[in-house]
């Protein structure tokens, strides 16, 4: 076990990171990482681009 929690940061960081490029959407219209999931009208799940506006399913 580490003396301090700051020894196990790099650690932590380096899963996060690797979790996001894996799972990372891009808008189709744009191509930014700016997406934001949201509940669709039928339940269904959508996503809007925060940077373009640009919304799909």
Known sequence: MPASILGEGG????AASTRDTATRLSCPSC????VAQVLGDNGGISYVCTACGHSWS
């Open 11 to 14: 650690h932590l960081s380096d």
């Open 31 to 34: 191509g930014s990482a700016f």
